[in-house]
Structures are given as structure tokens and as C-alpha cells.
């Protein structure tokens, strides 16, 4: 286990956010058009880049300008298999005072569980000015990963574990799901070009529109690129409202390029 960036204040002195979850080997294959099933197709191009959820979430943070840091597996080579998820243990040696906010990508539920109440046990023994907000992602509809929703400040679910459950909108699904999540939580879930909806620690709820591109290029980690403009605006205190349209814009932008050079 490593982290990619040293867990330490930036030189300016400010807190770090970090991600903890998976970085992997992307292998994209471009085509003339969506193939046949059962059909061959021959490639324009490929590329090989970076990616996992958690990764590419702290690559946009960085770009955004935020401090930041990634826990995960790593590979000395280009590819690998079979690498373990960070555990409970691995997570005893994070120094939690360097960092203002942590963000799981939900994997191995039992084991980040009791990395989440690590965190809450610590911030029971300090002063709200000290204490670090946590975030979970729970994307896939795995039942074991659910009770994550409840140990996060903030928890974004996913348009496809929403419509797992049966729900046909975002607003749907944050009022169907809020009793899953802990008393005073932010609830929130992006429904692709319907923007994205949340519900904030009062129960109100808010709303942005998407902001498409011009011309759609790469949605590949869009949604990744949402959750960190959402956690880099909220952990600068910037209101709900304003959070959520910030996360739909940033994310519009990496709908049009490819990759993320450029999306600031």
C-alpha cells in the first residue's frame, strides 16, 4: 500500500484532501461507431491512460488547485493483478491531523467502515475546526457496500444504484434513500444530462442543471470529476447550492475534451 502524495500539509500550510479507493490501467479503444454485438470492428485509435475512480478524482482536485493525496494500491509496472484494497491496518498509519477532508470510493465495505469510524473516533477528541469531513462514493449496487451511506458527511450515490432500488429520478432517490443516511449527512445523486440533485443536512433539497459541451468527446470519469468539484467547493466552504453547480460545470467541461488537460 502506498499513498501517492506525501501525507503532509502543502508548503502553504493548508490541510490536504485524501482519496482512498482504486487507481488502475484505463485501456481506451476508439471506434467509427457503437459496434454490433458479435461484430468485429477495427480501432481509429487507442490509448493507455490512468484511472479508477479515487485516482481520478484526486487528479481533478489537483488540477482544481486543492492539496491533495491518494491511498491505494500500487504497481511498479505498467500492469498488474490482483491487487489488495487498502485495509483497516494500512489505514493506522494515515496521520489524520494533515488532512481536512477524506473521500472513499466504497470497495471493501467492512474494512472501510472501521476506517470511517477511525476518523469519527478522532474527531470526537477535537474542536470543530480541527475535525476532518468524510465522503463516500457508493456507485455499484452491491448490498454489502450500503451501509457505507451511513458513516459519510456526504455521500453520493449513483443513477445506476438509484435505479437499482427502483427510482426514476434523482430527487426520487435522495428521498427515498435519506433514512440510509446518518442525521445531518448530505445526500446527493447526478443523473447524467439531468444534472444533479441534493439533499442538504436540513432536508432541503437542491438542484443544478447539466452544462453539456458543445461537443461531447470523453465521458469516461465524468462522474468522477463531479464528486471531487462537489468536495473541492464544499471543503472551501462554499454553500450546497453553489457545490452542486460547480461539480455539473467542471464535469460538463471534461465531457468535452479528452482526458483531463484543459477542464481548468
Partial sequence: MAAGAAARRDQGGEKRILCVGLVCLD???????????DSDTRCVSQRWQRGGNA???CTVLSLLGAPCAFMGSLAAGHAAENLPDVTARDFERVDLSQYKWIHWEARNAAEQAEMMRRVERYNGARPPAERVRTSVEVEKPREELLPL?????VVFISKDLAQHFGYR???????GLHSR?????????????EGADALGPGGELVHSDAFPPETLVDTLGAGDTFNAAVIFALSAGRSLQDALTFGCRIAGRKCGIQGYDGIV
Avoid: D, F
Avoid at 149 to 153: K, P, S, T, Y
Fill in 149 to 153: 451511506m451511513g458513516l459519510g458527511h
Fill in 55 to 57: 485516482s481520478n478524482s
Fill in 169 to 175: 429520478s434523482a430527487p426520487e432517490a435522495l428521498r
Fill in 27 to 37: 485501456i481506451i479503444s476508439v471506434v467509427e461507431a457503437y459496434p454490433a454485438e
Fill in 181 to 193: 443516511v446518518q442525521p445531518g449527512a448530505t445526500l446527493i445523486c447526478a443523473w447524467a444530462e
